[in-house]
Every structure is written in C-alpha cells, then in structure tokens.
C-alpha cells in the first residue's frame, strides 16, 4: 500500500480535484480508498435514524451493515482525536491510500493552490509538499507542477510520489 497526502487552503479545490482523480487512478488498475479530515463538527448520522438513536443513547460504537457497505461510527466522548497513524491503520490495504487534510503531518503531499484563493502557498513552510496541482504556473518553485485541470498529469504526480505507507507510518511516529 503507499500513500499521499492533499493539502490546500480551504477553496482550493482539493475535493473537486479528488472526485475527479480517484476515477482516472480506479481507471489505471489501481484501488483507492481515502482519509478526510473535517476541520468542525459533523456528523453522518440523522436523527430519526436507528443507528442515531443508538449513539443518542449512548453506544459508543455503532456499526451500520448492508450487503453494499458499511459504517462504523465511533463517538469520542471527550478522548483525544486519533492520530494519522492510527487512522492509517484501521484502513484495509489497497494500492492507494489518499489523505485530504492533514496538512501538518509528515507524509508526501500535493499542494492544490488556486490563485483566486488569495492564500500563500503552503509549499515554502512544509518540506512534505512534493508536487504542485495549481491553475497557474508557480515558477518559483523547485516541486514539479501539474494543472490542476489536467488530471492525467496530477496522476502521474500522485503514482510518482506516493510512498510506501511502511515509510509513512514511520515518519508519522518519529
């Protein structure tokens, strides 16, 4: 398994651009399976609904099961968030693990940078970043660069820079 990460300002795009590459890369053989990280309170779950009422009374796990997926919802209650590391290992191996978020952490990562956004680049404070995806050219960046519309070329960067996840996993404990 290897992993990369997708760090961007919030309007960046970084959703659009992993809704349209998670289909190229399914397309090249590969599977994929994702991490997000929300920065607020959410919740998955309705109100009204059995698996809610469950954690509303207070499950501290609620398992969904149908013959077409499954949930796990887990209700921290005060215990700290868990690490990338942790979150890493509840997933099942597959050939591409991809984090959106976590923009912090110690894993290769493609910066997604839009100009309109007004945001610095994330680029020059966090040696992580590898490659760019971006709407304009950034010559003053020695990271290789791909348009962020040109999704064949943000998936040769992402096959290119993914790391094992074994290194990933190290690197995040250190």
């Known amino acids: 398994m290897r992993a990369i990460g997708f760090a961007g300002w919030s309007g960046a795009g970084k959703t659009t651009l992993l809704t349209k ?6 397309g090249r053989g590969l599977a994929v399976s994702t991490i997000k990280h929300a920065h607020h309170a959410f919740d998955v779950d309705k109100p ?19 013959a077409h997926r499954l949930a796990l919802m887990r209700e921290l209650r005060g215990a700290p968030e868990p690490s990338l590391a942790e979150l890493i290992a509840m997933m099942a191996p597959v050939d591409l693990l991809i ?4 923009k912090r952490d ?19 404070q966090d040696r992580h970043i590898v490659a760019l995806a971006t709407d304009a050219p950034a010559p003053q960046a ?17 096959q290119r820079f993914a790391a094992p996840v ?9």
Not at 99 to 102: D, K, L, P
Not at 108 to 118: H, M
Not at 142 to 158: C, G, N, S, T, Y
């Open 21 to 26: 590459l998670i289909p190229v890369l399914a």
């Open 48 to 66: 009204g609904k059995d698996s809610y009422e469950h954690r509303a009374a207070g499950a501290s796990e609620v398992l969904v099961v149908s």
């Open 99 to 102: 984090v959106e978020g976590f």
């Open 106 to 124: 110690a894993l290769p990562k493609l910066e997604v940078f839009r100009t309109a956004n007004g945001k610095p680049p994330i680029h020059p």
């Open 142 to 158: 020695a990271l290789p660069q791909a348009h962020i519309d040109d999704i064949q070329a943000v998936a040769d960067l992402v």
């Open 166 to 174: 074994g290194d990933v996993l190290a690197a995040l404990r250190s």
